[in-house]
């Protein structure tokens, strides 16, 4: 495992994500879901690339919700990863496995692949919705990770995502989702994700009541970035909204095309030059 890396260059990209994550901005991180998606997004100036595992999945034919293989999203992750001279950070999901050597084994994977940061949700999809994973094993998940990382003295990110909001088994999801993050945080997460949270309010107190760097996902309810930094937010994602720009616009465009054979919606398109020049 360790001789098919580039250990050097994977801790210079550690260090820089883990020192973007503790800095003074907040962190954007806009999720990409191809090699395309990848360099627009490098090339608007971003300073990390953070994949979307429901872009990916969706690009692969997969509903999201942990329906793709491993092998599939790492081969993703790899493309993004030689893509770009820049961090990668992964959504793997809730880590291909419950059980805490399958977590581990991810992140040697994810980081094999070029990732140095990854996202581990503590949940997983149901028909009737995501169920939280028991208490005493999620945080054994995060300490797993931790090892697996230190293991190759890479300063991996580790982003614990909490569903504490979203798959809650007790009447309090407020504070099963802190008492989850703090313990994710201790177990060696670097920060923690609260997804699904819009409130301005609540995501103050979440701020207050969390003792590490937190991260938001974005929609259009959400506060600015301006005021997510005024709160003291660390970094905010915007999980699959891109990829599904991109769908909505090509649906748009098909209804168009049936509706009245015009073309509007190809006025503002990037060119073929432009779009080759940004994969040279």
Partial sequence: MVKSMNIPALIAKAQKLQSLVNGPEVLVLPNVWDAGSTRIIADAGFQVIATSSAGIAWS??????????????????????HTVDLPVTADMEAGYGENPEAVAETLLETLKAGAVGANFEDSL???KGRELLEFKLSVERIQAARVAANSVDVPFVINARTDGFYGSRNDDPFNE????????LEAGADSVFVPFVNNKNLITRLVK???????????????????????????????????????????KACAEIHGGGTYSWAQN????????????
């Avoid at 997969?62 to 993004?80: C, H, K, P, S």
């Avoid at 760097?213 to 999980?239: C, D, Q």
């Fill in 60 to 81: 692969l034919g997969y509903a999201d919700g942990e329906n793709i293989q491993r092998n599939d999203m790492l081969f993703m992750v790899q493309r993004i990863s």
């Fill in 269 to 280: 398109a990037l060119t073929h030059p432009e779009m080759n020049e940004l994969m040279s």
């Fill in 209 to 251: 009541e969390i003792d590490g760097p937190i991260n938001i996902l974005i929609g259009p309810s959400s506060p600015t970035i301006p005021e997510l930094k005024e709160i003291g937010v660390a970094r905010v994602s915007i999980g699959g909204l891109f990829s599904l720009m991109s769908y909505t616009n090509i649906r």
């Fill in 177 to 184: 989702a802190v008492q989850r993050a703090n313990a994710y």
């Fill in 125 to 127: 999809s149901k028909p």
